[in-house]
């Protein structure tokens, strides 16, 4: 287990310089750069002192010397600075982290018992009027844009109800964490009612599966309960080929909080992308990209020790 | 007809000292699906007892309604199935019982084996842990008096280092070891009747002998009763006193094993019989019945399609099942006429 964990971290490190050299190429393709961004709107400048100011930042040379310059600084410790906030990479993308992390881990905590619950009810009697139901509430979840949600509850909960802020972040820099708790229930509850519906539908169809197996028989013919039944037997059988659906979700819900982080002002990860790459601020969108990337990568590590937790048939070599 | 004596001499008679009342009395029993084209009965008017310490063996073609018989002994036929008539266990019916009563029943009094260890144990849990489960459930033991136990009874069935054994998953046993877990788990809370449904199908030639050998002894020693069902009639008269044969969904005979060996009346029952390969006859093909089970004939007797002897009378009524010789019972037109 433990070699298996330490050659695929060092198969993911090689997919990083890879995800960088390619990311590297790509962003450099965009139309624009950044000193034209940067002197936009400038009426004094000669293209003359453009020529001057791009060999100033080395954007004169090849692609892959500007690469290794990139990589060598990177491995140093230095990733740059942001175009677009004017301040060290790292100290931008610190707190968006955290912001992210916090979102997601909150959406996770209460998406997947909940899809967990609400798929295993469902899959109990399909095409019940339980199962009718959750169905419904899945297709809307899969359905409804998550900006017309925000919308909504923003106009329920802050406008009419002036129950909860319909802002993500609270504005005080040290807010308390109830405080900050109040200001995390809408984008939560949004990005939840997003997540959770495919996750619903998944869980659903796999406890089918799991009901209709013979040894969920030969437990209901030991005299089980049916909640022993669900609960003990089927519920983790059902529950092995989720873990992929869980880690891709994480890694796309990473960066893909976009619409959730713009409606409710929260500077996350997504937003810091779209920004960055909107903007060209070059070094900003590379990193943060490539922490997308990594995200991606370790929960899909995650995702094969979780199986192979789960499922002792599996044997990580 | 030597091959059959052979068979009969081989076959166990039913015990004289039978007491009166048997263990399951299952009168019209009948199991209904839901169907494109209206109910379906997979399961049509079965009558047959089982006393205690006997064992009543069910053969029949796959899809003749064997399995959906013994769901029905544990209610447990799923998928909209409705399950009509009277099935007396030990004085109690349990048609009309709750799923209370049945989750108290399943696993104490009434167990099942099945055919598939494989796929019949739950392949995340370890097998201790699957047999101490019913033994929690039951007898209302610890978690960690049940895996005691478990232990103890992998040990009788003959697992060696059962310790080590009751830590393992499934698929870490083979075929045979599974089959042996199943019925340590089956036979767990001492119960009075046991369904096996095709248990040794699934394993090598070899490690059948050993599974049906162990199935006898632990009957003996528990005084149990066993459905044995299975496609195979040699495997079924090395087990059963008593012998019911099923043809899409119906019993078209039933009788002692001796006597439907010495005796065979049915004409499916006949060709069974003659399928059964003979070690001292060399033959070029072996037999097989023709046809195949046809469904959705509603009309008439159903094995007339496939009866050598069948005549318009056969296809236009069905035969009564009637008591030719004392508990020989038989459904055929050409039987005593």
Known sequence: MLRYTVSRLLQ????????????????????GDPVENMLEGNPSLT?????????????????????????????????GYSSVYFRPVLEVLGPAIVQTAKLLVATEIISIPLAMLLGALAARRPGGWTDSLISLFAFASISLPGFWTSLILIIVFSVKLGWLPASGTPLMGDASLSEQIVHMILPVTVLTFFHVGPLVRYVRASMIETLNSD???TARAKGLSESAVIIRHALRNALIPMVTVLALGFGSLFSGALV?????GMLGMGKIIYDAVSNIDFNLALVGLLL????????????????????PRIVLK | MQHAEQLVAGARTVASATSPSPLLDVRDLTVTFPGAAGPVQIVRGLNYSIARGETLGIVGESGCGKTMTSLALLGLVSGGGKVDGTIDFNGSNLVSFSQRQWQQLRGRDIAMIFQEPMTAMNPVMPVGRQIGEVLIKHQKLSRRQAEKRAVELLASVGIPSPARRAQDYPHQLSGGMRQRAMIAMALACRPRLLIADEPTTALDVTIQAQILDLM??????????IQFISHNLAVVSEVAHSIMVMYAGKAVEYAPSDDLFANPLHP???????TLPDPDKQVKRLYVIPGRVTSGITVGCRF????????????????????????????????GS
């Open chain 2, 216 to 225: 006898l002894t632990l009957q003996d020693e528990a005084k149990m009763s």
């Open chain 2, 304 to 335: 007339a399609s496939r009866c050598p002897r069948a005549d318009e009378g056969c296809r236009r009524t069905e035969p009564e099942f009637v008591e030719v010789a004392p508990g020989h019972h038989v459904a055929c037109h050409k039987v």
């Open chain 1, 47 to 79: 293209p003359d002192t453009m020529a001057q100011m791009r060999a100033l930042y080395g954007l004169d040379q090849p692609v892959y010397v500007r690469y290794g310059h990139w990589l060598y600084s990177a491995l140093h410790g230095d990733l």
């Open chain 1, 260 to 264: 959730v982080e713009t409606i409710f």
């Open chain 1, 215 to 217: 040894f969920v028989r």
């Open chain 1, 12 to 31: 993911a490190v090689l997919v990083i310089l890879v995800m960088s050299l390619l990311l590297f190429m790509l962003i450099g393709l965009m139309p």
């Open chain 2, 268 to 274: 499916y029952t006949q060709g069974l019989i003659a």
């Open chain 1, 292 to 311: 997308a990337t990594i995200v991606t990568l370790l929960s899909s590590l995650l995702a094969d020790l979780a199986y192979a937790w789960l499922d």
